[in-house]
């Protein structure tokens, strides 16, 4: 018997408009997993990432976390439970980067010596500057801002990562350098990730579990190695342009 | 000319201090209205376009009809609770001017409040929900200081325009630089006007200076620039709260007399005349000055003001809504007996001159076409231009004189009061309108037409006293029949002229040498 799952969605369904968006998914998120949603726009990746920190209310089912079911739980204490790095980062901009860092633990009212101090580690652990603390977030290239999320994300020390389109529209070479801090991360701090991301090559690479959503359905849930030759039609569209591109690149390599 | 500068200076403190006051009094107002309008309107945004709606259709209404409209709603409000609690509100002065200048700043304050919660990045909502916040939270710590530079643009317009507003709360009676700008325009004493008009821009200038170094200062943090714009304001505060505290009167005194004046030279001179009179006797007196026409009976009726002089065709129109025709006896006799049944009002005294619509013409013009009265008139007008003010042709006198006398010009056309005399001096009109009290009637030497047929109303000037002292209706007795026309016109007429124009205040003296009511 595996220990309880962080995440537990329990045939859950989210309808608009008369459309089933999320379509009675069933999904266990364990303790230390690094899963990746993935699947094409529109599948449903980002709805089933926020029914966990109750910014989305199921219409049927039910979603725990901890083991505890979000639609009666304080949705604030909840969300300072857990570190979340929203899609396009968004930093509060007049706040420094200290103070973005400094956001969670603020609001659970840490004592202010402990946050200063975080805020350093922090820092360290996404390889910012300390310099960095007093500059506003206007003053950040795309990278950096995205690392200075991740810290804020982390800086109450959550269990449990919840990260929508964390490289967004970074550069290759800061993507890559991002996602590796993103698993050293995941390790050192022994968390619980589950990352939303409309790029395969991404879940396959940084996530030790890839989930596809098709049309608000689970199509495929399996450790990347396995995935790659996933039957499921919805899976091989995904996969056929990374591993097309892969294959073109390598060719282009004289021999 | 330096004397007429050094006078409109000396109005200026007590005007300045005034109208600072009421200003930042209906901003406070609207900013309590306009923030749980912003913040029902970012909660649910169906209601935003309703809300901005409605403080648009505000906007529309002139400031002057939104300050006028104010008087009569709030006599009705006065009446009731007169009725219900035993006491009435002030229907004139600072709450109707409060009330509508505070209505009149809502649009910015809500355009800005919601177009600045609006700026606010939706991914910055989002992580401000995603890690935590409370709703209030995220209110104070994230939308407010980053909507803060588009709400405080929506605060400095609204500044500026109640600001600029506030002139004109003159016409119902609350004390404000349009005292000013009201009088020196009537009586053009442009030392008035300027000083009045400048004082309003500079102040307009430098409180939204003030308001926008605070808010820059705030939102860079730099403290400097916060202290500075907040020191301007603070002083500002304190200078309108000392001046106050300086000039108050003791609460212990009763009210003083409030004479009344609507907003032309010739009530002005007759408001000092009366508390000159009334002064004699020993009794304290201010005078409110600039009153809008409609305003002035219906403040007298209520006890805002407690004497002034009106005229017996206006009175017999709107006062006692009569439409038909009537000898001047009549019309005294009528206005002596209904204005106490229907309105609480005496008609105290006939002051003995008629400020009446005329038609006149060049006096040498007249005598060359041998035309003395409007029936002479009535055979040649067919080959003469008539020039009128702005608002004579839609009077009932035009429809009266064209009923009474067949009259029908050659051509027709209405000018601005100053600009309607230049036209008959310079030969461009050969009749015009015009107030038989006019102090340019003898200056201009001008020949009123006669009226045999008395299709004109009478408007004889009379004093009307209020039912809060009924007792100066006695005191001010001695006023009756002692006004000439001819005095009335010389002492209008030094007002109204450009080289050795007098104050209302002195004509008033010379027009009480002159009738014998006691000269200096």
């Known amino acids: 018997?595996?220990?309880?799952?962080?995440?537990?969605?329990?045939?859950?369904?989210?309808?608009?408009?008369?459309?089933?968006?999320?379509?009675?998914?069933?999904?266990?998120?364990?303790?230390?997993?690094?899963?990746?949603?993935?699947?094409?726009?529109?599948?449903?990746?980002?709805?089933?990432?926020?029914?966990?920190i109750a910014m989305v209310a199921a219409d049927a089912g039910q979603v725990l976390v901890a083991g505890r079911d979000v639609a009666t739980t304080d949705p604030a204490v909840l969300r300072r439970s857990i570190g979340y790095a929203s899609q396009g980062v968004g930093l509060f901009p007049h706040w420094t980067v200290a103070e973005n860092i400094a956001a969670v633990p603020r609001l659970l009212q840490r004592e202010p010596a402990w946050i200063a101090a975080r805020v350093a580690v922090m820092l360290d652990l996404v390889e910012l500057p300390r310099a960095f603390a007093d500059r506003l977030p206007a003053q950040l290239s795309g990278g950096q801002a995205s690392r200075v999320g991740l810290a804020r994300a982390l800086a109450a020390e959550p269990k449990l990562l919840l990260l929508d389109e964390p490289f967004g529209a970074l550069d290759p070479e800061t993507r890559a350098s991002l996602g590796d801090r993103l698993v050293a991360l995941h390790r050192d701090q022994r968390l619980t990730t589950l990352m939303v991301t409309h790029d395969l090559a991404d879940a396959l690479l940084r996530a030790d579990r890839v989930v596809v959503l098709d049309k608000g359905r689970i199509v495929a849930d399996a450790p990347p190695t396995v995935l790659v030759t996933h039957p499921h039609p919805a899976v091989q569209a995904l996969v056929a342009s990374p591993l097309d591109q892969a294959r073109r690149i390598a060719a282009l390599v004289v021999p | 000319m330096t004397a007429q500068w050094q006078r409109a200076l000396a109005m200026l403190p007590d005007r300045l201090a005034a109208h600072l006051g009421v200003s930042a009094a209906a901003l406070a107002l609207a900013i309590l209205v306009a923030v749980p309008l912003v913040l029902a309107m970012a909660a649910r945004p169906r209601w935003r376009a309703p809300v901005l709606a409605v403080a648009g259709v505000i906007q529309t209404v002139p400031a002057l009809a939104l300050l006028a409209l104010f008087y009569p709603l709030l006599l009705l409000v006065s009446q009731a609770t007169q009725r219900l609690a035993g006491?009435?509100?002030?229907?004139?002065?600072?709450?109707?001017?409060?009330?509508?200048?505070?209505?009149?700043?809502?649009?910015?304050?809500?355009?800005?409040?919601?177009?600045?919660?609006?700026?606010?990045?939706?991914?910055?909502?989002?992580?401000?929900?995603?890690?935590?916040?409370?709703?209030?939270?995220?209110?104070?710590?994230?939308?407010?200081?980053?909507?803060?530079?588009?709400?405080?643009?929506?605060?400095?317009?609204?500044?500026?325009?109640?600001?600029?507003?506030?002139?004109?709360?003159?016409?119902?009676?609350?004390?404000?630089?349009?005292?000013?700008?009201?009088?020196?325009?009537?009586?053009?004493?442009?030392?008035?006007?300027?000083?009045?008009c400048l004082a309003a821009a500079a102040l307009a200038i430098i409180v939204d200076t003030a308001l926008w170094q605070a808010e820059t200062g705030l939102a860079q943090r730099r403290r400097g620039k916060a202290l500075f714009g907040l020191g301007i304001i603070a002083a500002l505060a304190a200078g309108v709260i000392g001046w106050d505290w300086q000039t108050r009167a003791p609460a212990s005194a009763a009210r003083p007399v409030v004479v009344g004046a609507k907003n032309f030279g010739e009530q002005y001179i007759l408001a000092e005349l009366i508390a000159d009179q009334l002064r004699r006797q020993g009794i304290a007196v201010t005078v409110r000055s600039g009153l809008g026409s409609a305003v002035a009976f219906r403040a007298l009726a209520a006890?805002?003001?407690?004497?002034?002089?009106?005229?017996?065709?206006?009175?017999?129109?709107?006062?006692?809504?009569?439409?038909?025709?009537?000898?001047?006896?009549?019309?005294?006799?009528?206005?002596?007996?209904?204005?106490?049944?229907?309105?609480?009002?005496?008609?105290?005294?006939?002051?003995?001159?008629?400020?009446?619509?005329?038609?006149?013409?060049?006096?040498?013009?007249?005598?060359?076409?041998?035309?003395v009265s409007l029936a002479d008139l009535a055979a040649r007008a067919g080959h003469l231009r008539l020039a009128t003010d702005t608002e004579f042709q839609q009077r009932g006198e035009w429809a009266a004189l064209q009923r009474g006398y067949g009259l029908k010009f050659a051509r027709l056309t209405a000018y601005t009061p100053t600009l309607m005399v230049r036209a008959l001096t310079g030969g461009d009109a050969d009749v015009i309108t015009a107030f038989s009290s006019d102090g340019r009637i003898a200056a201009d030497d001008l020949l009123l037409l006669t009226d045999p047929r008395a299709a004109l109303p009478a408007y004889d000037a009379v004093l009307l006293v209020g039912p809060r002292r009924p007792d100066l209706a006695a005191k001010l007795a001695g006023l009756a029949g002692r006004i000439p026309v001819s005095a009335m016109r010389e002492a209008n007429w030094q007002v109204d002229r450009d080289a050795d124009k007098q104050t209302p205040a002195q004509a008033a003296a010379w027009l009480a040498a002159k009738t014998g009511l006691g000269g200096r």
């Not at chain 2, 006896?329 to 049944?341: G, V």
Request: net charge neutral; aromatic share 6%; glycine share 10%.
């Open chain 1, 1 to 52: 018997m595996p220990p309880d799952p962080v995440i537990s969605y329990r045939s859950v369904s989210v309808v608009r408009g008369g459309h089933a968006i999320i379509d009675d998914v069933s999904l266990a998120i364990a303790r230390g997993d690094f899963a990746a949603l993935t699947g094409a726009s529109g599948a449903g990746k980002t709805t089933l990432l926020r029914l966990a």
């Open chain 2, 87 to 196: 006491f009435g509100v002030p229907a004139l002065g600072l709450l109707p001017s409060l009330l509508a200048l505070s209505l009149y700043a809502l649009l910015p304050l809500l355009r800005g409040g919601a177009d600045g919660l609006a700026s606010v990045p939706a991914a910055t909502l989002d992580a401000a929900d995603g890690i935590g916040m409370t709703r209030r939270q995220r209110l104070l710590q994230v939308e407010l200081p980053l909507a803060a530079p588009i709400v405080m643009g929506g605060v400095r317009i609204a500044a500026v325009w109640t600001i600029g507003a506030a002139t004109l709360a003159t016409t119902v009676g609350q004390k404000s630089l349009g005292d000013m700008i009201f009088a020196g325009l009537q009586i053009e004493d442009w030392a008035l006007v300027v000083t009045g």
């Open chain 2, 303 to 371: 006890g805002d003001i407690d004497v002034y002089v009106d005229y017996t065709g206006t009175l017999w129109a709107n006062a006692l809504g009569r439409k038909d025709a009537a000898s001047r006896e009549t019309m005294l006799a009528d206005l002596r007996r209904d204005l106490p049944r229907r309105h609480h009002v005496e008609l105290a005294a006939a002051l003995g001159f008629e400020n009446a619509y005329a038609l006149a013409m060049r006096r040498t013009e007249a005598q060359r076409l041998g035309i």
